[in-house]
């Protein structure tokens, strides 16, 4: 199998739909022989900050001297990043032969290849790929909820962390935050030490933590009034945390100093369980983590930045971040959201720093109607306009543009990634 029938491959399950259930995973993963218990794991579950965590955690290990697996979801560009060790994405020959090695088991298995979904088996290619890379360990973050993701066939790991939580996929994880964060707080496991991130609602800590003392877990609550931020700019910010003074990171936002406090206080649970973590490390790590199209400046003139927001939370985040930094400064917002996703909700927080909004309906089976979008941008009066590409609303953007602009884009993962790989071919023709 090559690499583009490996993707083929994977992509021939991404119709299915979930069973709700991990036996498919445990049937799949008997026949790959369980590679999943034979690298250690730290698996982390939230709604918001859990890629930058993960970067973070694996740039400290990787910086420490450990071999690190890293697991994340979704792409932006290729399906290749989400899989990578000590930084690298897995190259396309190593790809295929995870996929291949996945298509012999299941062949003569009719009904298990026919309730597959594509994040199940891009789950076990992670597995596989790490076993037999002898990873010493791997940070693994989970695609949807907690209790029933395909990560959580994980029964022993090292660590688990709980990033923010807050209201997104609701039709599936429930319609209160004590709900979501139940489905969240299945991946900690008895005996097992459990970080918690800083947390908007009180009801999802008091779930947690109900949850993790029934699991008989250690947990270490991240000490939000213990962030002080000392240096803030439009490349980087420096901050304390407890002891370690002049912290200083690349990735932007004030949630971004709680992801990496909680990234420290993760490391510092991986002590306690006796590994050798210098201190070097942990500032080295966080300086030198990415988390490409999180808050990203891509291009100067005009000052672009993507960020991949998409639910209501995300959204408030990206919204402190330009307010404080762009103090009464109107912004030219390039906006495309999945159905499911509480786009009247996100609007009302970008609506008073928005110069115009430039609506593109994404191609994707469950990207939102543009003229459903428009609708609710009139309801504000909002100027906007629609495109029929993403493309040609960012060209539009420039073109209407003077120097000192502000550009920014932002609703979906999917769409960030587009339109870094649209702006960075635009830079290389100037």
Not at 58 to 66: N, P, Q, R
Not at 167 to 177: A, E, M, P, Q, S
């Amino acid at each position: 199998m090559d690499y583009f029938k490996a993707l083929s491959f994977c992509d021939s399950f991404a119709a299915n739909k979930s069973s709700m259930s991990l036996d498919n995973m445990k049937t799949l993963l008997g026949l790959l022989g369980n590679p999943h218990e034979k690298v250690k794991y730290i698996h982390v579950a939230g709604t918001n900050g859990k890629g930058s965590v993960v970067s973070f955690i694996a740039e400290i290990l990787k910086t420490s001297g450990f071999k690190v697996g890293k697991f994340v979801s979704p792409h932006l560009v290729r399906i290749n990043e989400r899989f990578s060790i000590n930084g690298e994405d897995i190259d396309d020959n190593e790809f295929a032969a995870c996929a291949e090695e996945i298509n012999n088991v299941i062949t003569g298995h009719e009904e298990l290849k026919k309730s597959l979904t594509m994040f199940e088996i891009m789950t076990c290619m992670a597995f596989l790929y790490f076993n037999r890379n002898d990873c010493d360990m791997a940070v693994l973050e989970t695609g949807l909820g907690g209790r029933l993701d395909a990560t959580n066939v994980i029964q022993n790991p090292l660590l688990t962390v709980i990033t923010m939580i807050g209201f997104d996929h609701t039709k599936v994880l429930g319609d209160t935050i004590e709900k979501i964060a139940y489905e969240k707080a299945c991946i900690i496991k008895k005996g097992n030490m459990c970080v918690i991130a800083p947390q908007k609602y009180e009801g999802a800590l008091s779930v947690l933590e109900k949850y993790a003392e029934k699991q008989q877990v250690e947990v270490a609550n991240v000490d939000k009034s213990s962030i002080v931020i000392k240096e803030r700019n439009i490349y980087y910010q420096t901050f304390d945390y407890k002891s370690y003074k002049d912290l200083k990171i690349t990735l932007l936002g004030n949630h971004q100093t709680e992801n990496a406090a909680t990234a420290v206080e993760a490391i510092s649970a991986l002590c306690k369980l006796g590994y050798d973590i210098p201190v070097e490390a942990i500032y080295n790590g966080l300086e030198r983590a990415k988390w490409p199209c999180r808050l990203e400046v891509v291009n100067n003139e005009p000052l672009t930045i993507i960020d991949g927001a998409h639910n209501v939370d995300g959204v408030i985040a990206l919204s402190d971040f330009l307010r404080s930094t762009f103090k009464g400064k109107k912004i030219t917002y390039v906006f495309g959201v999945m159905k499911d996703k509480n786009y009247k909700a996100m609007i009302q927080e970008i609506k008073d720093t928005a110069k115009e909004i430039y609506l593109i309906e994404m191609q994707y089976y469950r990207a939102e109607n543009i003229d459903i979008l428009k609708s609710g941008l009139d309801e504000y009066g909002i100027p906007s306009k629609t495109f029929e590409t993403l493309g040609k609303a960012i060209d539009y953007s420039y073109n209407s543009s003077s120097r000192d602009d502000v550009v920014c884009i932002f609703g979906s993962l999917y769409l960030v990634g587009d339109a870094k790989k649209h702006i960075l071919a635009i830079k290389k023709e100037m």
